[in-house]
């Protein structure tokens, strides 16, 4: 017999950066901004019975 096991992962985190070498028309990007990023993970296990 086969049984697959599947595991969702959700968490989010903070990342502060700046883009020194931004165009002109976005210079607040050369500025340290924050961004949080959203990240899901689905992990499939496989797992033989004997």
């Known amino acids: 017999m086969k049984k697959t096991i599947w595991a ?20 607040f990007l050369r500025f340290d901004h924050r961004h949080i990023f959203h990240v899901t993970v689905w992990i499939e296990q496989f797992h033989k019975i004997v």
């Open 8 to 27: 969702k992962i959700t968490t989010q985190f903070e990342g502060i950066h700046k883009y020194p070498n931004a165009p002109d028309e976005m210079a």
